[in-house]
């Protein structure tokens, strides 16, 4: 199994900067490919981005293409999502997840985290 935990939520002002992190623990080894995702009040959770675990591979959503950024650090099995320019459409919980069933865009994924609160202030 793998464990995933999201950190470095918190409320921010329009135009300012965020960075989460997803630390993965357990049977690591089995991750191939991890995301985000975001699901605002009385919203569908909606795909943010995704990181192919060995080629690097990223995908964005159209809405954050240009202001966020996936990474991953492999030696610490932590996957990142820097997002500079917010705005308080990006309000949501964000949520870590490894190893897509299908495509890297679109649920169902293998693992989920518990999911971090990103509140951006008008």
């Known amino acids: 199994q793998v464990q995933l935990v999201e950190s470095g939520g918190e409320l921010v002002q329009t135009g300012g900067s965020l960075r989460l992190s997803c630390a993965a623990s357990?049977?690591?080894?089995?991750?191939?490919?991890m995301a985000w995702f975001r699901q605002a009040p009385g919203k569908e959770r909606e795909f943010v981005a995704a990181?192919?675990?060995?080629?690097?591979?990223?995908y964005y959503a159209d809405s954050v293409k240009g202001r966020f950024t996936i990474s991953r650090d492999n030696a610490k099995n932590t996957m990142y999502l820097q997002m500079n320019s917010l705005k308080p459409e990006d309000t949501a919980v964000y949520y870590c997840?490894?190893?897509?069933?299908?495509?890297?865009?679109?649920?169902?994924?293998?693992?989920w985290g518990q999911g971090t609160q990103v509140t951006v202030s008008s």
């Open positions: 990181i192919n675990w060995g080629q690097y591979t990223t």
């Open positions: 357990g049977r690591t080894f089995l991750i191939y490919a």
């Open positions: 997840a490894a190893n897509p069933v299908g495509r890297a865009t679109t649920p169902p994924y293998n693992y």
